[in-house]
């Protein structure tokens, strides 16, 4: 797995127009995980690439009329089989954390990669996402080493608003899959 302009050359790129260039001289150094499920609960189907790339039907499910029109995205989503689909490359600032915080720090879209696993805060996630997600993070504290100290959940930086990626992801293994590659190198084409 390598980076080719921000993209991973591997995943399946869907760009969303829902973004903009990070502050000047600001670089990545948060990865913050997300979950997301669109109708809420369901998962495959068209609706995460149509919400963040703007074309999302509000008349296709009751619950989209409320969410149509919001100008969101994420750098990354990674399906139920493992599949990542790129939105936005990793230079730039997409548009995921909202109102946010991180060690007292405002405005993480600013200085943080986004990564939304197709699941709910209840359910337990994949095995081949959690595979996929060691692998894009391995390859992300390549290019941005400070990641690997500053990894969180949506739930950390934005509390009051946000659940996610809830109790069913298990940080423990994420962190110990980590450990166990930290030794192995990863091209950085």
């Known amino acids: 797995m390598h980076l080719q302009a921000g993209w991973i050359h591997e995943a399946r790129r869907v760009p969303s ?35 963040f790339t703007g074309t999302l039907d509000p008349d296709a499910h009751p619950c989209f009329a409320d969410i149509a029109a919001l100008r969101v995205s994420a750098h990354c989503l ?19 954390a909202g109102v946010s915080s991180y060690q007292g720090r405002e405005a993480c879209n600013d200085f943080s990669i986004g990564i939304e696993l197709e699941g709910t805060d209840t359910l337990p996630y994949a095995d081949a996402q959690y595979r996929a997600l060691e692998k894009v993070t391995r390859l992300l504290i390549k290019y941005y080493p400070t990641i ?22 298990d940080w423990a293994r994420y962190y110990a899959a980590l450990r166990q590659f930290d030794s192995k190198p990863v091209d950085k084409e």
């Not at 995980?33 to 609960?41: D, E, F, Q, T």
């Not at 949506?154 to 608003?161: L, T």
């Open 17 to 51: 127009p829902h973004f903009d260039e990070r502050p000047a001289g600001v670089a990545p150094t948060l990865l913050v995980i997300h979950n997301i499920s669109l109708p809420p609960g369901q998962f495959g189907g068209p609706w995460i690439d149509a919400l």
């Open 78 to 96: 990674i399906r139920r089989d493992g599949e990542i689909v790129q939105y936005v490359p990793f230079h730039l600032r997409a548009w995921h």
């Open 148 to 169: 690997a100290e500053n990894i969180t959940g949506h739930s950390d930086i934005a509390p009051i608003r946000k659940t996610d990626p809830g109790p069913s992801f």
